[in-house]
């Protein structure tokens, strides 16, 4: 949720609407269908359906489809809520059978194969971790080693069996946070449900974290730009005609104890807060692996750009305000071309 990509897109496409209301515009055939629905997972969202002129009332359709899947991945894997299914399996004793959906399930198989895949950082069952950092955050405190050891030892994923019809503890303390992949699996729901209702062009950004196809109202492939974390100017801008972009890192989200910042993902395989990166950008086919890639990557670093998936391209920023650095894997720098690596401390 650290994010906050291609909100110029938004803007964009309320002055060619403006512009087009006035007649002076060479193409007027396409309509960009805009909503902006509020308490979708604690963020800003903005949906946008891009359709021949006459068709916005299929256009509407899809977006209430769109927000319809928004609202329901909220209530079954949100840990803030208490009525969601992932609080139900986080609150079961040892050995008790809760029966998740069918979209539950998938994510949280999906969630274990990035484990795997990313040595452990990325790790959907790190939620006492979560929640001993959150508290020590609020008390203004540093957690004891023993606390620390213990969160660590309390849930990991030999203490999940995920099976056909549900999903079984092994410990009453095993808990899971799905905060790093939820938003992905949300946002591609609602991107299918507008694709569905035949758009030309389909925009869901949900807190900066978005996924595309086709074309805006000008025609044009969508436009995305990478926020600097350390300035105004962005880091980067490229054309996408169909995938997804998702940003993670600290510079938003933090918790601060004594003056220091420490981040709001954890690295797994010490229980303490990730060492810094300021902001990780992915770009993926799919926005469930490019959130779930942002946040592994925030663990590992540049380290991690072996582990990604082929084609999953990745930006990541290191350093602080005074010297930080760009660093890309190969797939990304080509997309950038001649925009490049510059330092961004010179942003
Ligand atoms: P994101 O902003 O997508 O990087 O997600 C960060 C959120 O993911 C945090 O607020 C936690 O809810 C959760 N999280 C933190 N650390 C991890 C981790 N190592 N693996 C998986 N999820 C994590
Ligand atoms: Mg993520």
Same mark, same amino acid.
Do not use: C, I, K, T
């Given at each position: 949720m650290a994010g906050r990509v291609a909100v110029v897109v938004v803007v964009l496409l309320t002055a060619i609407a403006i512009w087009q209301t006035r007649g002076t515009g060479p193409d007027l055939s396409r309509v960009a269908v805009v909503r902006s629905p509020e308490g979708i997972m604690g963020t800003t969202c903005t949906l946008v359906a891009v359709v021949p002129r006459g068709r916005e009332a299929h256009a509407q359709r899809g977006l209430d489809a769109a927000e319809q899947a928004l609202r329901e991945v909220d209530a079954l894997m949100s840990t803030y809520l208490e009525s969601s299914e992932i609080s139900a399996v986080n609150r079961a004793a040892a050995d008790e059978l809760v029966s998740v959906s069918e979209e539950l399930a998938s994510v949280l198989v999906y969630s274990r194969d990035v484990w795997r895949a990313s040595d452990g950082a990325f790790d959907a069952t790190c939620r006492p971790m979560i929640e001993?950092? !959150?508290r020590a955050g609020r008390e203004g405190s540093l957690p004891a080693d023993a606390e620390m050891d213990a969160a660590r030892e309390s849930s990991s994923w030999k203490d999940f069996e995920l099976l056909d019809n549900g999903v079984r503890k092994a410990k009453d303390t095993a808990r899971l946070d799905l905060g790093g992949v939820a938003k992905g699996f949300g946002i591609d729901r609602a991107f299918e449900a507008i694709r569905a209702a035949g758009c030309d062009g389909v925009l869901v950004d949900v807190g900066g974290d978005? !996924?595309?196809d086709g074309v805006d109202a000008r025609g044009e492939a969508w436009k995305i730009t990478v926020r600097n974390p350390f300035g105004p100017k962005p880091l980067a801008a490229f054309g996408l005609a169909a995938g997804s972009v998702c940003t993670s890192?600290?510079?938003?989200r933090f918790v601060e104890i004594d003056g220091v910042r420490h981040s709001h993902i954890i690295d797994p395989r010490t229980g303490r807060p990730a060492?810094?990166?300021?902001s990780v950008t992915v770009v993926a086919t799919d926005a469930m692996t490019a959130d779930a890639w942002a946040t592994a990557l925030g663990v590992l670093g540049a380290e991690g750009l072996d582990r990604l998936p082929t084609g999953v391209e990745?930006?990541?920023v290191e350093g602080d305000e005074r010297s930080c650095r760009m660093i890309t894997n190969r797939e990304m720098e080509r997309r950038l071309g001649e925009f490049g690596k510059p330092p961004c401390s010179e942003q």
């Open positions: 001993l950092w !959150r978005v !996924r595309v890192g600290d510079y938003e060492g810094s990166v300021p990745a930006l990541l």
